[in-house]
């Protein structure tokens, strides 16, 4: 081992810290469809951004107005117009036949139950 002696106690108790920093720094939040704990970094609270990590959001109405002007803003600024370019691109790339068909079905529906 690089020149250096480690009797069986250190190399113990060397493992045993790297295994309890790795614990540490994970999430290890149990998921309830495997039973396995959560392997995401885990922020300073203990938890990931999944499983409690982050914030909640505003609680008062002062801070909801402020998301709600900051949202906005956001808007405004171009993000609207790249998510309609996006929109338009899905369409044109096959997402009107989707649509189509849901109103299709969406007409049928409506006969089926008009007609009982």
């Given at each position: 081992m690089l020149g250096i002696h480690l009797d069986w106690d250190t190399h113990a108790q060397a493992k045993l810290k790297g295994s309890e920093m790795k614990s540490k720094t994970k999430c290890g939040a149990y998921a309830r469809s495997t039973g396995r704990p959560c392997r995401a970094k885990a922020l300073s609270n203990g938890r990931c951004r999944n499983h409690g990590g982050l914030s909640t959001g505003p609680k008062t109405p002062e801070g909801r107005q402020a998301i709600a002007k900051a949202t906005t803003q956001r808007m405004a600024s171009g993000q609207q117009k790249r998510a309609l370019e996006g929109f338009y691109a899905w369409i044109e790339g096959g997402g009107r036949l989707v649509l189509?068909?849901?109103?299709?079905?969406?007409?049928?529906?409506?006969?089926?139950?008009?007609?009982?």
């Open positions: 189509s068909s849901l109103a299709k079905t969406r007409e049928r529906l409506k006969r089926w139950r008009h007609a009982e």
